[in-house]
């Protein structure tokens, strides 16, 4: 007789579970079915209907082409304002949200070739230059980074705030603040920083903004008379403050320290002074000198009401600080100041 054998074991999975609990699990698998096979219909009908759309466009694209035009000519005459085909271009394009942005997407894509990418691109850029660029005209025209036309006193300088300024600028410039931001915005702090970072780097913004408008017109120079007088105040020596200067963070040293001077003609009398054409234009006075005659009308002021107080102090101080030059001396001076408050 044969070898009786059998088959070997059955391998199922074993059966877990209440039985209630078995036919919650399957009626859940049968409604995931049926979903899956009631969205077939749905997605089967939207590639039927991009199909024939694309065979409706293709069929189009043929007639223009048998007709001697093209697509190009098509698009110029519906998107032209002079066409009067405002409804076609507003209802068959622009009413859809999006619809313009996939379509410069699709012209600057990798998958498209290099030429049309350039002058997409060259398009883009242009249009990004020429905003910027009235942008940094507005906020020149309405003079708020401007001190020629403002009074250099202490509120000048104390009521200077960064902060209040940055966010004037982001709503003066909009496209310039974005732009800046981006080249400052790595993909990593694109997750989220701390309000500690934050801050920082508006500062860093800030600055950015107000060298650039301060290079843009001399006018924008509020940052730099800050910054040089802080500078001198401090006892920062004048190489210091002429390469800050360079650097456009702060004037220049001779604008901090200037004094007003009359041009005067050799050999004129004072009589006579009136009568003289004098070729040397007359010095305006540096921000130092500013603020001392702003400080010394409020002391006057303050004096003339007839109640104040004299605080009277010795201050030592050296002059024309020994630099690293051959032949430059130091000067030590002392003196008395009167403070009128």
Not at 149 to 154: D, I, S
Not at 161 to 182: G, P, T
Not at 203 to 209: A, F, G, R, T
Not at 239 to 256: G, K, M, N, T, W
Request: glycine share 6%; proline share 2%; aromatic share 10%.
């Amino acid at each position: 007789l044969p070898t009786l054998s059998s088959d070997g074991p059955i391998y199922s999975s074993p059966v877990r579970g209440s039985k209630a609990e078995r036919v919650a699990t399957l009626r859940k698998k049968s409604l995931q079915i049926l979903k899956i096979e009631r969205q077939l219909p749905k997605e089967q009908s939207k590639i039927y209907a991009k199909l024939s759309s694309w065979e409706f466009s293709k069929d189009i694209l043929e007639k223009l082409t048998r007709a001697g035009f093209t697509i190009g000519d098509l698009i110029a005459y519906i998107f032209n304002p002079s066409s009067g085909q405002g409804t076609y271009w507003w209802d068959g394009f622009f009413r859809v949200k999006g619809a313009a942005t996939q379509i410069l997407n699709f012209w600057s894509s990798n998958r498209n070739n290099r030429s049309n990418q350039s002058e997409v691109r060259t398009w883009a850029f242009n249009y990004i230059c020429s905003a910027v660029k009235k942008e940094a005209h507005h906020i020149m025209q309405t003079r708020y980074l401007q001190s020629n036309k403002k009074h250099v006193n202490g509120d000048y300088f104390l009521n200077f705030n960064l902060k209040a300024m940055y966010l004037h600028l982001r709503q003066s410039a909009k496209i310039a603040s974005n732009v800046f931001e981006a080249f400052t915005t790595s993909s990593k702090q694109k997750r989220g920083v701390t309000p500690t970072k934050q801050a920082k780097k508006d500062v860093v913004l800030s600055s950015m903004m107000l060298q650039a408008l301060g290079k843009y017109s001399q006018d924008n120079n509020i940052l730099k008379k800050v910054m040089g007088l802080y500078f001198y105040a401090t006892g920062v020596q004048c190489q210091a403050i002429s390469v800050a200067s360079h650097l456009r963070i702060s004037e220049s040293y001779s604008c901090v320290i200037q004094k007003p001077c009359i041009a005067k003609a050799k050999g004129v009398g004072q009589d006579q002074l009136l009568n003289v054409n004098l070729s040397v234009k007359s010095w305006k006075p540096g921000t130092l000198q500013s603020l001392s005659n702003s400080m010394r009308e409020v002391a006057r002021s303050v004096a003339s009401t007839g109640l104040f107080a004299v605080v009277y102090g010795n201050i030592n101080m050296m002059l024309y600080v020994a630099e690293q030059a051959v032949g430059r001396n130091g000067k030590h001076q002392c003196m008395s100041c009167v403070r009128v408050h």
